[in-house]
């Protein structure tokens, strides 16, 4: 049986087999408008099959949902970034097909943006440089009132005030750690930036070398 998603030119086919279907290989994908924080979203994906289906939808962007009958995702986006989520069509016989659909997310008009460094190293054992989290905003726009700090690594944390965050602390593991940072105002949050902190082992000690005194024989 034939199950079709398409959205608006872009048609999508997958064959399914009346049992279980077998490995379908890549799933296509949808790359669909671009939404923007605070203002209404809606966007509509379509399938051949006609009215017959259920629509369904998972890791869409926060403030946003499909409609299992019409297939229209709908709804006011609450957070800017580069959503990749999965929609399905589910025929009366029990026959799926999914697609991945891409929605982009813009940060709305006069919020802050992330200005510090991104990028910052430390080494395992040993103080870690503090980190300024700064953001500017556009003239005339409302001014910074907090941040928001995705996970550090282990041993860092998060200081200063909450204008003024600081990171600083003693990094107890190495690795490349990527931190989500943005900047929220009274009109809403801007887009996050990612802070890319490298953490190298720690630095192993020379060790010693025993001297011995040369004696010279009859």
């Known amino acids: 049986m034939n199950l079709r998603i398409s959205s608006l030119t872009q048609t999508l086919l997958v064959v399914l087999a009346v049992a279980f279907p077998a490995a379908l290989g890549a799933q296509p994908v949808i790359n669909a408008t671009t939404g923007k924080v605070g ?24 403030g946003l949902g499909i409609s299992s009958s019409q297939g229209t995702i709908t709804g006011t986006p609450t957070a800017s970034g580069n959503y990749s989520g999965t929609v399905s069509i589910t025929d009366s016989g029990g026959f799926v097909n999914s697609a991945t659909i891409v929605i982009p997310v813009t940060a709305a008009e006069g919020t802050p943006s992330i200005s510090s460094a991104t ?30 700090i995705g996970s550090l690594p282990p041993g860092l944390a998060v200081g200063g005030t909450s204008l003024a965050p600081v990171i600083s602390g003693t990094p107890t593991a190495s690795g490349t750690y990527a931190v989500s940072l ?16 490298t953490v190298a082992p720690a630095l192993t000690a020379p060790v010693p ?5 040369l004696r010279e024989t009859a």
């Not at 395992?124 to 003239?139: I, L, M, N």
């Not at 943005?182 to 902190?197: D, E, H, R, V, Y």
């Open 119 to 148: 990028s910052a190293t430390g080494t395992v054992g040993a103080a870690f440089a503090a980190y300024s989290v700064t953001a500017t905003v556009p003239s005339g726009a409302n001014p910074v009132t907090s941040f928001n």
């Open 209 to 213: 070398v025993a001297l011995f005194a």
């Open 39 to 62: 203002v209404l979203y809606s966007y509509k994906v379509n399938s051949s099959a006609g009215s017959s289906v259920v629509y369904s939808a998972t890791g869409l962007p926060p």
């Open 182 to 197: 943005s900047a929220n105002s009274a009109t809403g949050t801007g887009a996050a930036a990612t802070l890319t902190i």
